[in-house]
């Protein structure tokens, strides 16, 4: 707790002190904690591994059916959805990553950059390092920790509800022990299987509105016991009992 209240008091003190200075491009250069620093406000036409990190981190706002690219480019669509993020925590929304942006979302993230209110352990019970996938160990982590953005972005939409996560990455060792598909979106990192409460369906029909674009739940062979979502390249959705 001590550690998550240092945070929130480097980031009021980050935001106050750009304030104060009357800041206006640049974002400031004091950490807020260890994962990562933006230090300059992004808007329509920047772009950067700095955009990356911002997409990353608002993937999760976007229209139904959406998908943020992770480009580095802040075209419309990043605009929008930090508009989205914005409104949702009650900052002036206008598209525009600054302070009071980046003081969030420092707020929002643990050192190892995962949000809050997820973890790696939460998507990985398989193995330790990430292995034996269908993609290499760094990318199926780096997948995960963007899931884990836009499962944030969905527990915040339905009311900062714990989501419990009953399996995610999976080595190929790992998917065949629980008879999982030869192409499931586990192998990959970037799949989350969704359990308890809010229901199953009421799970399914918000992931719609939070940037995943395979959407398997209730009435699909298989899923009556969880709704599952992930980002695969083929979007798909199937959740016949949930009207989806």
């Known amino acids: 707790m ?7 008091l480097l980031s009021f ?4 002190t750009g304030m104060v200075a009357g800041m206006g491009v640049a974002a400031g250069t004091a950490h ?7 230090n300059r406000s992004l808007s329509q036409g920047s772009s950067g591994s700095d955009v990356t990190q911002l ?6 706002w976007v229209t139904s059916g959406e998908r943020l690219s992770y480009d580095g480019q802040y075209g419309a669509r990043t605009a929008a959805a930090v508009r989205k993020f914005q409104a949702a925590y009650g900052l002036s929304a206008d598209g525009v990553a600054g302070p009071a942006t980046f003081s969030k979302i420092y707020a929002l993230q643990d050192a190892d950059c995962t949000p809050v209110h997820f973890s790696y352990a939460e998507l990985n019970k398989c193995n330790s390092d990430w292995s034996g ?5 760094a990318t ?3 997948n995960a920790l963007k ?3 836009k499962l944030e972005a969905m527990r915040h939409a339905l009311g900062d509800v714990p989501i419990t996560i009953s399996s995610g990455f999976r080595s190929r060792a790992c998917n065949n022990a629980v008879g999982g598909s030869a192409t499931s979106r586990h192998l990959y990192g970037d799949a989350a299987d969704l359990v308890g409460s809010p229901s199953l369906c009421r799970l399914a029909q918000q992931s719609r509105t939070h940037g995943f674009s395979e959407i398997l739940g209730p009435g699909y062979p298989g899923h009556n ?3 599952h979502v992930a980002f695969d390249p083929s979007p798909y959705w199937s959740a016949p009992t949930c009207g989806i």
């Open 2 to 8: 001590f550690g998550r209240a240092s945070r929130l």
């Open 32 to 38: 807020a904690d260890s994962c990562y620093t933006w």
């Open 225 to 227: 016991d969880h709704t």
């Open 133 to 137: 996938g269908a993609v290499s160990a």
């Open 140 to 142: 199926a982590k780096s």
């Open 13 to 16: 003190v980050m935001l106050m």
């Open 55 to 60: 997409q990353i981190r608002v993937a999760g």
């Open 147 to 149: 899931t884990m953005w």
